[in-house]
């Protein structure tokens, strides 16, 4: 079975500060990646994902990933984080069939 | 291109009653999923329908169930309600296909008293 380990439950950063979320999995089996993220009283909007070819993957609102087998981790990097960004970030994992296994979550707090 | 919709966005229930929450996907999604989130357990997966089949089920009692009709739209059904099933449910769409991403609705924020 997969699991999703997020290192953070909470990161501080100060505005226009570069970031780092953490994030690694266990599976014996290939899978895609995947980054989301969930702003108060809202579900969960795509970041971006893994699936195969490139390690580095690019996202949406200047967030990019990079997928690196060897250590199963799939760290999730920001280099210049706005007011906007404070939200929490989740993790998944899935083998297919549209199961995603998401790890516990990472708040991020931007202060100016 | 309209997002995935749930109805309604908030319900107050009662131990013991029954509640039936309603996704309807975007267009042309066939596949739809369903999560509960919790502050003690996370996001965890509950089932996933595809062209109205289960195809996939997470570990949740029976009371937990659900449907899709032929349009695609779905609904889940808990019956005997429990404090513990006090939780913001999200239904997810996607095509269906391994590597499709999943786009989530906003959650039906379920409050059992």
């Known amino acids: 079975a997969q699991s999703v380990t997020q290192l953070d439950s909470q990161v501080p950063v100060f505005e226009e500060a570069p970031v780092e979320l953490r994030c690694n999995y266990s599976s014996s089996v290939s899978v895609y990646l995947f980054w989301y993220v969930q702003y108060p009283n809202q579900g969960l909007q795509l970041l971006l994902k893994y699936l195969s070819g490139s390690t580095l993957v690019k996202g949406i609102n200047g967030f990019e990933a990079e997928f690196n087998k060897s250590q199963t981790s799939f760290h999730l990097r920001k280099p210049s984080v706005h007011i906007s960004d404070t939200a929490e970030y989740f993790c998944?994992?899935?083998?297919?069939?549209?199961?995603?296994?998401f790890g516990t979550g990472t708040r991020l707090l931007v202060s100016p | 291109k309209a997002g995935v919709t749930q109805t309604p966005r908030y319900l107050i229930k009662t131990r013991g009653q029954q509640v039936t929450l309603s996704c309807s996907p975007i267009?042309?999604?066939?596949?739809v999923s369903w999560y509960q989130q919790t502050p003690g357990q996370g996001l965890q997966f509950l089932f996933e329908y595809f062209s109205e089949t289960q195809r996939n089920k997470g570990n949740f009692p029976g009371r937990f169930s659900g449907r899709q009709f032929s349009n695609s739209r779905s609904e889940m059904n808990v019956s005997t309600l429990e404090l513990g099933d006090s939780a913001l449910y999200l239904c997810?769409?996607?095509?269906?296909?391994?590597?499709?991403?999943?786009?989530f609705g906003p959650g039906t924020r379920l409050t059992v008293t």
């Open positions: 998944a994992v899935t083998r297919g069939f549209q199961k995603l296994v």
């Open positions: 267009s042309g999604h066939r596949s």
């Open positions: 997810a769409s996607s095509l269906g296909q391994d590597g499709h991403e999943q786009y």
